[in-house]
T-cell receptor
Framework: TQLLEQSPQFLSIQEGENLTVYCNSS?????LQWYRQEPGEGPVLLVT?????EVKKLKRLTFQFGDARKDSSLHITAAQPGDTGLYLC???????????FGPGTRLSVLP | ETGVTQSPTHLIKTRGQQVTLRCSSQ?????VSWYQQALGQGPQFIFQ???????GRGNFPPRFSGLQFPNYSSELNVNALELDDSALYLC?????????????FGPGTRLTVL
């Protein structure tokens, strides 16, 4: 059974600070995705990484996929209150037949 | 482009009843997946449908079943409801792809079992 762990579970920071959240597994994934979810809504896709060592940037967000395709990190620079939400990582094997989500990191950015 | 829609938004049932949840996939997507998200947890994969057939299943009992229709919309059926079935049920559609598997989620159906 593939499992994903995320850390930290909760994170509360001040506006303007930097932060990194982590997603780890003992399994190899074909692809790994990051989502952000706000209360009462479905997750919204932020990025997909597929190549070991891959780094993708989305404005103030930087995503990295581990060389062995088992782990990933999300770094946010100069966090803003609008970044508040539940950050979920998810991995899948080929064709997404076994899609696994981590438990999420709940981020709160205080003004 | 129309996104993923789900109905109903909220639903209250009693233990032992049956429920059907509905999902319309995003235009151009032929694969639909269903997830259960309990309060404070990440979504748990229930199953995936492709070409009207179940194409992968998570660790859920047979009383969780589904259908996909020729227009790629889908239903999730849950029989003999239990209190622990109370959760947000999410539907996600995606284009068939061996690698990227990018899921686009609907807003979910909040099911409460009393």
């Amino acid at each position: 059974t593939q499992l994903l762990e995320q850390s930290p579970q909760f994170l509360s920071i001040q506006e303007g600070e930097n932060l990194t959240v982590y997603c780890n597994s003992s399994s190899v994934f074909s692809s790994l995705q990051w989502y952000r979810q706000e209360p009462g809504e479905g997750p919204v896709l932020l990025v997909t990484v597929v190549t070991g060592g891959e780094v993708k940037k989305l404005k103030r967000l930087t995503f990295q996929f581990g060389d062995a395709r088992k782990d990933s990190s999300l770094h946010i620079t100069a966090a803003q209150p609008g970044d508040t939400g539940l950050y979920l990582c998810a991995g899948s094997d080929n064709y997404g037949q076994n899609f696994v989500f981590g438990p999420g990191t709940r981020l709160s950015v205080l003004p | 482009e129309t996104g993923v829609t789900q109905s109903p938004t909220h639903l209250i049932k009693t233990r032992g009843q049956q429920v059907t949840l509905r999902c319309s996939s995003q235009s151009g997507h032929n694969t639909v997946s269903w997830y259960q998200q309990a309060l404070g947890q990440g979504p748990q994969f229930i199953f995936q449908y492709y070409r009207e057939e179940e194409n992968g299943r998570g660790n859920f009992p047979p009383r969780f079943s589904g259908l996909q229709f020729p227009n790629y919309s889908s239903e999730l059926n849950v029989n003999a409801l239990e209190l622990d079935d109370s959760a947000l049920y999410l539907c996600a559609s995606s284009p068939r792809d061996p690698v990227y598997n990018e899921q686009f989620f609907g807003p979910g159906t909040r099911l409460t079992v009393l």
